[in-house]
């Protein structure tokens, strides 16, 4: 019993949905204001995505008319909930060191239910910039799905013995140096960054949710406390994503003496390289897109597998 | 204090409607968001969809074919939100007042919280506008 209070407890609090929402939310403050520095300007204050959730939350929710009521408001919340238990999933294994066998395939099935989401919710609100954006989504889905699982995957071979187990490539690591000292998990690690950035939708990957054209494209006829949802969800998805890559290439996440300090610094990184690539690329088409990620980024990713497998 | 209510203070999303502007206001308000006077410090924004939208800055003398527009934006904004006037045209109808198309100004459609003349108004009038606005919500 008190298991499953503590498991329950640390699914809505540590480090589940709240500390996930927090530091998620410092995030993409560090985001919009490295942004801002990078277009010489001074940017928001730190408590900037904050004071927008709440200020969300006060807001009227508009129905759409002819929208499907509870598609609309209940996608946001799946895709909510998928990333609070990546979260959740990902920490305990770093800091207990829980897994199960699988777990690995259990997170990358879970990462793409917010995308999933955003598709149901955008094709309930009956609206047909958001449905344009709703296929867009699911092209890009089907992109950079398959370079992502063989990235994962030469991380899994590159393992002795292998394992599915994120705590296996974690003991792993700390037995034999980092996972990225290998040339095969560099080339790994690349295509997920770039993976990563189509993900979160960030340029130049941003089609879905084309500002220009399609007016915020899959999220157009969301107000108020349903926004706040997939404000919150993109925020979460900012925080869990870096600290997945760390987990499988760069050694997990270390949380004693300057161990933390050296998290830290990792995910910094991660995250100023994601920044940057969002703001000095322009956006590209959806077909762009998909031959991008099935040529190029899958060669890649095909090249390092190879190269796992013949041991470098 | 109301968290919402600070939350609205301090972060306002635009959204920017042109009704029958000569687009020289428009351009003005796209000068605040450039990094000289960069209202992204005080938590504006523009944003692409009126559903996201706290402000409403409407420029523009309104003619009558825009009056149904105008109308039907501000129906789409979710409440709390509040509509500022931009430039002599939407304030009064400027120069455009006596025009056969003229249906304006503004306030005659849509309630108005905050006017900032001028032909085109400074940003910093527009700036100062806002400002004044937050004191008093
Ligand atoms: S107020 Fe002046 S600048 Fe603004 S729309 Fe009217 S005529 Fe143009």
Known sequence: MASTLGLVLSFLIFPGLLFTAVIGLVTQWIDRKVSALVQWRVGPPWYQPFADILKLMGKEIIIPAGARRAGFL???????????????????TNMHGTGFVGDLIGVIYLLTIPSLGIILGASAS?????????????????????????????????VSPMTL???????YQAANGVLLGNASCILAFIVCILVVQAKLTFPPFDIPEAETELMEGTHIEYS???????????AMMLFTLPIFLITVFWGGLVLSGWGILYTIVKY???IVIIVLIKNTTPRVRIDQAVRFFWGPVTVIAVVGMILAILGF | MDPTKWGFKKSLWLFHLNAGACNNCDIEVLDCLCPK???????MKLVGSLKHADVLLVSGSVPRKVVPDLIEAYEQVP?????????ACACTGGIFKDGYNFAGPVDKHVPVAAYVPGCPPRPEAIIGAVVKLLGTL
């Open chain 1, 268 to 270: 910094v990184i991660i």
């Open chain 2, 79 to 87: 409440q709390p939100a509040v509509v500022i006037a931009i430039g």
């Open chain 1, 224 to 234: 108020g406390a349903a926004l706040a949802v997939i404000k919150l969800q993109q």
């Open chain 2, 37 to 43: 006077h960069d209202v992204e410090r005080f938590g």
């Open chain 1, 126 to 158: 009956s609206n047909p910039l958001a449905s344009i954006g709703a296929s867009r989504e699911m092209k890009l889905v089907l992109a950079y799905e398959l370079p992502f699982v063989i990235a994962i995957f030469t991380a899994v071979t590159k």
């Open chain 1, 165 to 171: 187990r994120l705590d296996g490539i974690l003991d």
């Open chain 1, 74 to 92: 209940f996608a946001p919340m799946a895709g909510l909930a998928a990333v609070g238990v990546v979260s959740t999933m990902l920490w305990l």
